[in-house]
Nanobody, 125 residues
Framework: VQLQASGGGSVQAGDSLRLNCVASGAWGTFRTYAMAWFRRAPGKDREFVAAVDSSGTGYYADSVKGRFTVSRDNAENTVYLQMNSLKPEDAAIYYC??????????????????WGQGTLVTVSS
């Protein structure tokens, strides 16, 4: 499975962006994967942002709850991350990931087998 993330850019605080991640080579199994977004800011560790499980349930880091929405389109093998009210602290490289994960394990990057190349988000104040 190959993941291609896109949609990053440079915005001002308060603006919105939508990230997309398209999976190829999933051969009809995309719907069985949990799909997640992680991010890595300069000088920081990679952190969980949001995920959507195979049933369509979304999970969020506390720092993005109420501002970000994760969704998936199984027909298009795509997962989205709608980011509203962006803050300078949201600036990072955002990575999408696919794996088999449920509920409590969905937050852990060790559950994800496939990773995209990342898309850069910069937010100016």
């Amino acid at each position: 499975v190959q993941l291609q993330a896109s949609g990053g850019g440079s915005v001002q605080a308060g603006d919105s962006l939508r990230l997309n991640c398209v999976a190829s080579g999933a051969w009809g199994t995309f719907r069985t994967y949990a799909m997640a977004w992680f991010r890595r800011a300069p000088g920081k560790d990679r952190e969980f942002v949001a995920a959507v499980d195979s049933s369509g349930t979304g999970y969020y880091a506390d720092s993005v709850k109420g501002r970000f929405t994760v969704s998936r389109d199984n027909a298009e093998n795509t997962v989205y991350l709608q980011m509203n009210s962006l803050k300078p602290e949201d600036a990072a490289i955002y990575y999408c990931a696919a794996g088999i994960a449920y509920r409590y394990s969905i937050y852990s990057d060790s559950q994800y087998l496939y990773w995209g190349q990342g898309t850069l988000v910069t937010v100016s104040s």
